[in-house]
């Protein structure tokens, strides 16, 4: 732990104590670890070695014109990431969820009719791209942004993958009275975190002249397990 996020990654893969870096000393104790704690690329820091600039506290008090000459602008950004002169951001890796809709009311939603409304509209564009992507929702997640800040959120799961929008909704309406809406609801989002291949084609297979059907069996399953 420490003020900047460079020292905190040299610390971490290449010093041996201190894991809690007092206020300020960032820079102090990075001065006795090799070059390549900076984040720079191999082809630099092998530079700085063959010079015998073997830790960053034989560099660091050169002039700044004559590292730049010798070794480009990047020692300089990773050398001010690290002491704090320079601000660096975490930029976290968030997996992006391939299909979803989101939907914003002019006005603020209050009732249960009102986010009815809402998920139906959103499940009909959403189960079109699954459609035509050949894919089927086994894991959808419904969420309600508050004009409070808040978000109220519900989610469904499949026993098969499903791009049908009626029995969806039959299940999001199971809980769909646990959202409480309070001053109203101003955005509508609504995702598939988790598909499977739907080849809506071999629904005909499971038809016989006997009126049984496994879809409507497996649609069945759904709706008492999310019950």
């Known amino acids: 732990m420490s003020d900047t996020i460079g020292s905190a990654w040299a610390i971490a893969h290449f010093g041996k104590t201190n894991l809690i870096i007092k206020e300020g000393s960032q820079l102090s104790e990075i001065l006795s670890l090799p070059p390549e704690a900076l984040r720079i690329g191999i082809e630099i820091s092998e530079r700085l070695h063959k010079l015998g600039l073997k830790t ?3 560099f660091v008090n050169f002039p700044r014109s004559a590292l730049k000459r010798r070794f480009g ?3 300089l950004i990773r050398m001010d990431q690290a002491s704090g002169m320079e601000n660096e951001s975490i930029v ?3 997996p992006l969820v391939p299909f979803s809709e989101r939907l914003t009311s002019l006005e603020p939603i209050v009732t ?3 986010i009815e409304i809402a998920l139906k509209k959103l499940l009909e564009l959403l189960c079109k791209r699954l459609t035509d992507e050949q ?3 086994r894991l959808a997640r ?3 942004y508050r004009i409070d800040g808040k978000i109220e959120q519900v989610e469904i799961g ?3 993958g499903s791009a049908n929008p009626i029995h969806l909704f039959r299940l999001f309406e199971i809980k769909l009275s646990s959202i409480e809406p309070s001053f109203g609801i101003e955005v509508f989002v609504l995702e598939a975190l988790k598909t499977d291949d739907l080849f809506t084609h071999q629904e005909k297979i499971w038809e016989d002249a006997s009126g049984s059907n496994q879809l409507l069996i497996s649609e069945l399953i759904d709706r008492l397990l999310n019950k």
């Open 73 to 75: 602008n990047d020692l």
């Open 56 to 58: 960053i506290r034989s």
């Open 112 to 114: 249960l009719t009102g």
């Open 92 to 94: 976290p890796v968030i």
């Open 135 to 137: 894919k089927g929702i």
């Open 142 to 144: 419904f969420s309600c």
């Open 158 to 160: 499949t026993n098969t």
